[in-house]
């Protein structure tokens, strides 16, 4: 009887996965996920090759990024290159999910994506908006971590939902953005924000089409909108996270006067946004 009831209980603990679960983990298309883009023709060794080409986009956008913002990061906060060199993980990731399809690659692509939410979370969610019980920012970025580990622990129970989840924060993001400047009157900062919802929109839009819409686009020979959303994506985050920058100077460091400017010329119609310090003495400006 006794030995019965240990042999129940030892059943109920759950043991570590074989090697040939883990390796199973690692093995080219063990993913549920399967995009659009017809597998192995341009590669052998290459699963989906357009969709891992095009993640190269972010090794390029990423250390531009860094080098803009980094008169911002110097005054306020120089955490805030943690969030594009992050991105160059996501690239790294990305690529590796296109290039396998391993659920490994999956997992890797998604969580990074995560963690780039918490960062920026962390660094620029208004104080205003902090829940009562949290009286700093250390506190609430400490709460955001916590939150951020069990969301990680959580995603490996219902991988296929990962990808979902994360484009709802966008959701929130996109929202939260709207409510901090209906009462601003820069239009130059006005503007920015309709191109990031812009980029935005038309990124998620090429993801859907991809995902839901692939038997209509193969009859079309073109299944390349889960790349085309890589490269927008990109863009959308450089302009978003300009944009949230922008509205953290102006309540964060007031003095320093931020305004936005695009590289590489600011009088082009397009380029890439970024902050520029124009102050140096404490003067209280609002937006």
């Known amino acids: 009887?006794?030995?019965?009831?240990?042999?129940?209980?030892?059943?109920?603990?759950?043991?570590?996965?074989?090697?040939?679960?883990?390796?199973?983990?690692?093995?080219?298309?063990?993913?549920?996920?399967?995009?659009?883009?017809?597998?192995?023709?341009?590669?052998?060794?290459?699963?989906?090759?357009?969709?891992?080409?095009?993640?190269?986009?972010?090794?390029?956008?990423?250390?531009?990024?860094?080098?803009?913002?980094?008169?911002?990061?110097?005054?306020?906060?120089?955490?805030?290159?943690?969030?594009?060199?992050?991105?160059?993980?996501?690239?790294?990731?990305?690529?590796?999910?296109?290039?396998?399809?391993?659920?490994?690659?999956?997992?890797?692509?998604?969580?990074?994506?995560?963690?780039?939410?918490?960062?920026?979370?962390?660094?620029?969610?208004?104080?205003?908006?902090?829940?009562s019980f949290v009286k700093d920012r250390r506190s609430f970025s400490q709460m955001v971590l916590v939150m951020t580990v069990v969301t990680t622990i959580f995603s490996f129970f219902k991988p296929t939902a990962n990808a979902y989840a994360l484009n709802f924060f966008a959701l929130h993001i996109i929202y939260s953005l709207l409510v901090e400047l209906k009462d601003c009157p820069n239009q130059r900062v006005l503007r920015l924000t309709w191109a990031s919802i812009g980029l935005w929109v038309l990124a998620i839009s090429c993801w859907i089409s991809d995902r839901f819409g692939c038997s209509f686009w193969q009859k079309l020979n073109f299944c390349y909108l889960h790349g085309i959303w890589h490269i927008l994506i990109v863009l959308a985050t450089a302009y978003a996270s300009t944009l949230i920058a922008y509205l953290d100077a102006t309540l964060e460091i007031p003095y320093s006067l931020p305004d936005v400017q695009y590289w590489p010329r600011d009088s082009w119609a397009i380029g890439l946004p970024y902050i520029v310090l124009k102050g140096t003495t404490k003067l209280r400006k609002r937006c």
């Open 1 to 131: 009887m006794e030995r019965a009831v240990v042999d129940t209980f030892l059943r109920g603990i759950p043991s570590f996965p074989s090697a040939d679960k883990m390796a199973n983990i690692f093995s080219y298309e063990s993913s549920e996920v399967d995009w659009c883009e017809d597998n192995y023709k341009h590669s052998e060794i290459v699963v989906e090759y357009f969709n891992t080409m095009s993640s190269f986009i972010f090794f390029v956008i990423s250390p531009i990024m860094l080098y803009l913002l980094h008169p911002y990061a110097r005054e306020r906060n120089l955490a805030v290159h943690l969030v594009w060199i992050m991105m160059v993980f996501v690239g790294i990731f990305s690529m590796y999910f296109h290039m396998t399809l391993s659920f490994m690659g999956q997992m890797l692509d998604e969580l990074s994506i995560l963690w780039v939410l918490a960062i920026g979370y962390s660094l620029w969610f208004p104080r205003r908006h902090f829940p």
